[in-house]
């Protein structure tokens, strides 16, 4: 009988295991206006245009909205229309830079859709850096063997009368060739459940009530191996160049509700809502400024 088994087995899925189509009405408000736009202190003014797509059906997808008048507003008023150039791109005809206390908002109209209209973003100050060091050698946490460097930074928080918001990229850059860095905590025996800093794609991002006497500090462990492949070249500048930026609170809160996980947990948990600061569509228009630090690592 136990020959039989695996036959059984196949006959009982291939009559079983039928395709049947679901008639599933999944909700859709129907076609709106995608906006984003991330500017760093000092760059030229611009907003990319996209739409929303149903999630079932056919559906053709298209390399951004071509058509649509998108207009620019400070506090005073009406400062200008921003001009096309290509994929649904628009940016600004007279070169506005968006600098620091600056604060705007962008509308947005185009043939078949609601017309979007964001919050008012304001660019923030530069982050105040009381002190970098990164010269402690350390074993990593991660994989013991490995030779790794201790960083730690220092930040001055700017404004004790709001919340401010930050955000640390740490990359390292061989040569011509940019590649990932393996960063490890060193104050907590996890980096999950932390309830001062989260990570939204490989970046640091934190508010500021882990100050302490004002001062925000981060430490990490930075991992000094790398994978060799043919685009480096061994014998190229090696350095890690860490950025720090000070966010808008719209910027905070679009990483914040970032699905983190990969699809299938996310299939499992109850779904809520992305953070957008636009009326009218999805999207975010957000504003951060940066400074930069270098460590070489080898000339």
């Known amino acids: 009988?136990?020959?039989?088994?695996?036959?059984?087995?196949?006959?009982?899925?291939?009559?079983?295991?039928?395709?049947?189509?679901?008639?599933?009405?999944?909700?859709?408000?129907?076609?709106?206006?995608?906006?984003?736009?991330?500017?760093?202190?000092?760059?030229?003014?611009?907003?990319?245009?996209?739409?929303?797509?149903?999630?079932?059906?056919?559906?053709?997808?298209?390399?951004?909205?071509?058509?649509?008048?998108?207009?620019?507003?400070?506090?005073?008023?009406?400062?200008?229309?921003?001009?096309?150039?290509?994929?649904?791109?628009?940016?600004?005809?007279?070169?506005?830079?968006?600098?620091?206390?600056?604060?705007?908002?962008?509308?947005?109209?185009?043939?078949?859709?609601?017309?979007?209209?964001?919050?008012?973003?304001?660019?923030?100050?530069?982050?105040?850096?009381?002190?970098?060091?990164?010269?402690?050698?350390?074993?990593?946490?991660?994989?013991?063997?490995?030779?790794?460097?201790?960083?730690?930074?220092?930040?001055?928080?700017?404004?004790?009368?709001?919340?401010?918001?930050?955000m640390i990229i740490i990359k390292r850059v061989v040569g011509k060739e940019t590649i990932g860095v393996n960063v490890f905590d060193l104050d907590k025996p996890s980096e999950f459940d932390d309830p001062c800093e989260f990570r939204y794609f490989g970046r640091f991002v934190f508010p500021d009530f882990c100050k302490v006497n004002g001062v925000l500090a981060f430490r990490k462990g930075l991992e000094l191996t790398y994978t060799y492949s043919l685009n480096i070249d061994p014998k190229a500048r090696d350095k890690i160049v860490v950025s720090t930026r000070q966010i808008s609170k719209s910027y905070y809160e679009f990483c914040k509700t970032y699905y983190a996980e990969d699809d299938l947990i996310v299939a499992f948990k109850t779904p809520y809502p992305r953070y957008t600061n636009i009326t009218g569509g999805y999207g975010i228009f957000a504003a951060y400024n940066e400074v930069e630090k270098e460590f070489v690592l080898k000339e």
């Open 1 to 166: 009988m136990a020959k039989f088994l695996p036959f059984l087995v196949l006959l009982s899925l291939a009559l079983g295991c039928k395709e049947r189509a679901l008639d599933l009405e999944l909700p859709y408000a129907g076609d709106k206006l995608v906006l984003f736009s991330q500017i760093k202190a000092g760059d030229t003014l611009k907003m990319e245009v996209q739409k929303t797509y149903p999630p079932t059906g056919q559906y053709t997808y298209i390399n951004g909205i071509t058509n649509a008048t998108v207009k620019l507003f400070d506090e005073k008023g009406y400062v200008e229309t921003l001009k096309h150039g290509k994929n649904g791109l628009y940016t600004s005809a007279t070169g506005l830079v968006w600098k620091e206390n600056d604060s705007y908002r962008i509308e947005v109209e185009a043939p078949g859709f609601p017309k979007a209209i964001t919050d008012f973003e304001t660019m923030p100050a530069p982050p105040v850096i009381l002190s970098y060091e990164f010269s402690k050698d350390i074993d990593s946490r991660s994989n013991a063997g490995t030779p790794s460097r201790e960083l730690n930074i220092k930040i001055q928080d700017s404004d004790i009368e709001k919340p401010n918001y930050y």
